[in-house]
């Protein structure tokens, strides 16, 4: 298998998951037009958090524990026999997770959605039930994530879900009159048993992951990679467990706030992913491999420098999104039944999940350098303070401020769990270099400030001069965007930013060797 380099194999990935979540957000713009912020819109978003969004934490959760065993049995060729039983057993525990929580798909729903009552509390349960077969297809397509990532083949992971919206594209195109929000429930589970069988041609022909109908419960690995899965588990659904905190919150207050808040933290969500899980997918292999060589010196440079990479991407994503933010919601999803009302309310929820960016890129680098240390311990200890916080923070603010109240308690909740974990791992760790850290992020920060200036004003100028109507506000984010760009990079090598200097030089070194 031919290898790329770490920062060709980060580009390509945040390109082409980049490229999937454009063709999410057409997809999730077509439900917009089809539902509108309506009951049945509540009723699908509700189902959707309650399974495949929580069980894809789990399944990160699969692929994180998966790789380090990967990366030990392809450097020191130990542990085949472990791999074929962790493949095993992820696929009899999955169904039998199944299985349970279809039968208990009652009692848990109301409880969720205490909002709900009548036939709109039976729907979501229903549609809940018929989204449930896609959790054990999850659970076993992100353990051959993991596989893949451990033996650097990032391709198919980050293009699989090509597959699973094409198959909702045909759906809304020519079904959802026919079959409505069941019929949409059951292609998202049929999407994902599609990712699955995308992923197993080049796990067949490569033989990376060998599978047996078997399972030797006295294998040591086996049993670590079980009992490491929920904690890991639990951290990585600290976002997603936040998102049905707000939901909660947010069925209390009427019809259609659980929609919006979908709508908004959907849009975060993509962003903010694309990039971090980019740059994690790549590294997070890289810091197992520096442990096991026992170079600690390499391991600490390392998660220093994908900090610093992504505050640098982060910090003006967060500026430029919520300067944006309300011109691309517009034209992603204001027509048909999302009118500008759902717009406002998406706006709002999208701001304030959006200026938690860098807080979400910093706790999920910082986990994974925990866990390559081998510390399950800390990350449960930050995921559950976010969560007590925003629980707490959530009823008081939207007691005080209404629906503005929830996102702006998930965003506080959030630094507050960042600037503790990065605390900690300062603190254990002797070789974080600190002064190195704050450098780049006064940078950085000062050039996000100039750059929201600018488009400020650019955005005035261009919506005074362009024409109304979603061409002009097109023409007006490109523009944007450009500005910005332009500006926050010119501003960084003004301030003569390592990392820049750094990105320009494996860019000319590149391009020289494509010329020769």
């Known amino acids: 298998m031919k290898k790329r380099s770490s920062v060709f194999n980060v580009v390509m990935i945040i390109s082409l998951t980049f490229l999937a979540k454009i063709i999410g957000f057409l997809r999730d ?73 279809f039968v208990l798909a009652p009692a848990i729903v109301p409880f969720l959605v205490p909002g709900y009552s009548g036939d709109k509390l039976l729907t979501t349960i229903q549609i ?43 759906y809304i195109g020519f079904f959802i009159d026919d079959f409505g929000i069941v019929g949409l429930a059951a292609i998202t589970t049929m999407g994902w048993l599609l990712q699955l069988i995308y992923l197993l041609p080049l796990i067949i022909k490569e033989r990376l992951a060998p599978f047996k109908f078997h399972i030797d ?18 951290v990585t659904l600290t976002h997603q467990f ?42 997070f ?18 998660v220093v420098n994908v900090l610093r990479s992504v505050a640098l991407l982060l910090v003006p994503m967060s500026v430029g999104m919520i300067l944006v933010g309300p011109h691309v919601i517009k034209i992603i999803f204001q027509r048909g039944q999302f009118d500008a009302t759902d717009v406002a309310m998406t706006v709002i929820a999208f701001t304030g999940y959006t200026s938690l960016m860098l807080a979400f890129g910093f706790i999920d680098v910082l986990n994974k350098a925990f866990y390559a240390l081998n510390n399950r311990r800390t990350p449960m200890l930050i995921g559950l303070i976010i969560t007590v916080m925003n629980v707490i923070l959530s009823y008081s603010l939207s007691k005080v401020m209404g629906f503005k109240g929830i996102p702006i308690a998930t965003a506080l909740s959030f630094y507050i769990g960042a600037t503790i974990s990065f605390g900690i791992f300062y603190k254990m760790e002797k070789g974080f270099t600190l002064k190195l850290m704050s450098n780049t992020l006064f940078k950085v920060i000062a050039a996000a400030i100039l750059m929201g200036v600018s ?56 391009l020289l060797r494509r010329n020769k």
């Open 29 to 101: 713009a077509f439900i917009g037009y089809s539902f509108g912020a309506s009951d049945e819109t509540d009723i699908y978003t509700a189902a959707i958090g309650f399974t495949t969004i929580v069980f894809l934490g789990i399944g990160s959760a699969i692929a994180t524990n998966t790789i380090p065993i990967v990366v030990r049995y392809r450097k020191e060729g130990r542990g085949k026999e472990s791999i074929s039983n962790i493949s095993t057993a992820i696929v009899l525990l999955s169904f039998i997770g199944s299985v349970i929580y």
């Open 285 to 302: 292999p890289k810091f197992n491999e520096k442990l096991l060589e026992k170079n600690h010196d390499g391991f600490y440079q390392s």
């Open 217 to 234: 419960f006295k294998d040591p690995i086996l049993r670590n990679f079980l009992i490491g899965i929920v904690p890991i588990a639990l």
């Open 128 to 170: 809940t039930r018929w989204m449930i077969p896609a959790l054990m297809f999850i659970g076993i397509m992100y353990f051959y994530v993991g596989v893949l990532q451990a033996n650097e083949q990032f391709v198919l992971p980050a293009t699989s879900s090509f597959l699973f919206n094409f198959l909702f594209f045909i």
């Open 455 to 510: 488009v400020h004003g650019t955005n005035k100028v261009a919506i005074s001069i362009l024409p109304s109507g979603e061409i002009g506000t097109l023409v007006t984010i490109i523009i944007d965007v450009v500005v910005g760009v332009g500006i926050y990079v010119l501003t960084l090598i003004l301030l003569k930013e390592q990392l820049i200097y750094h990105n320009i030089g494996l860019l000319k070194e590149r």
């Open 242 to 283: 936040n998102i049905i905190i707000d939901n909660r919150f947010a069925s209390l207050l009427g019809e259609s706030y659980v929609s919006v808040l979908y709508f908004g933290n959907m849009i975060f969500v993509a962003i903010t992913t694309v990039t971090v899980n980019g740059i994690t997918a790549v590294m």
